[in-house]
């Protein structure tokens, strides 16, 4: 089971939460597609709930800051100086949504907007990492950027985070992965299909034994599905939205794993 105690290195997808309207239903709808427990921190960090595989943190869902604001699941990238990066995400074109701020004993943060309007946090490890547990059902596997100008994204993210772009073999022709010299990270690419007026934003997906099974959990408590499951060089994906209308991935084992 791959899993983590150190912290991320700068640049990497390294947590996801949801901000929900009505957590205990959130709650219910996640723990029944993604087998995850929860963990609720209480009052003073306003009952944010770390969804655990394991007793290991891949997620939290909690409550929606700004109720007038779609509900969507925010993709936070690792910094060793989140206020360093604010300043960097400023100076290169990007919008700071939320200066940053302390969450006691865990870590400091930020919200940002890059050029292309796409949001996504910033985090820096103290006393929590973030994702402990990724690759692996109910984990956090994959993060991409649908965006309505990649190319003006992609040169803002090699600014704020020094990444490199590849191009990869059977996706659309604007897609590339980013790397930290190693391994993708992640893709960025256009809105490979979104509605006409759907903004940038950042999609999480998430590890699943059998998307088939998980998909019919999600439509059955509430949840879309965004077209027929597919299957993939790596592993079976599908698209949905839960009852809030968040926009989130599920991805099945590679072929012959």
Not at 25 to 47: K, P
Not at 76 to 84: E, H, I
Request: a negative charge.
């Amino acid at each position: 089971m791959p899993t983590r105690s150190e912290p991320w290195p700068a640049g990497t997808p390294c947590w996801v939460d949801l901000g929900a309207p009505d957590v205990a239903a959130s709650t219910a709808f996640y723990g029944a597609v993604l087998g995850w427990s929860f963990f609720d921190s209480g009052e003073e960090f306003g009952h944010y709930n770390i969804c655990q595989v394991d007793g290991h943190a891949a997620a939290a869902i909690g409550p929606k800051q700004d109720r007038s604001q779609p509900t969507a699941w925010t993709v936070y990238l690792a910094s060793d100086d989140a206020d360093a990066t604010a300043a960097t995400i400023t100076a290169n074109g990007g919008t700071v949504l939320a200066e940053p701020f302390d969450v006691p004993g865990n870590g400091r943060m930020t919200i940002a907007m890059d050029p292309a309007g796409a949001a996504f946090g910033v985090w820096q490890a103290g006393g929590t990492i973030g994702a402990e547990i990724y690759n692996e059902p109910g984990g956090l596997t994959w993060t991409d950027a649908r965006l309505t100008d990649p190319d003006a994204a992609r040169a803002f993210y090699t600014d704020v985070f020094g990444y490199s772009y590849q191009n990869l073999d059977g996706a659309p022709g604007d897609y590339t992965t980013f790397h930290l010299g190693g391994d993708p990270l992640g893709g960025m690419g256009g809105m490979m299909g979104a509605p006409a007026g759907t903004p940038s934003h950042w999609v999480a997906y998430f590890s699943v034994a059998d998307v088939d099974a998980a998909v019919a959990a999600a439509t059955g408590g509430g949840g879309t599905l965004l077209g027929d499951p597919m299957d993939t060089p790596f592993g079976r994906m599908a698209f949905l939205t839960d009852p809030d209308q968040a926009v989130f991935a599920l991805a099945g084992p590679p072929p012959g794993a």
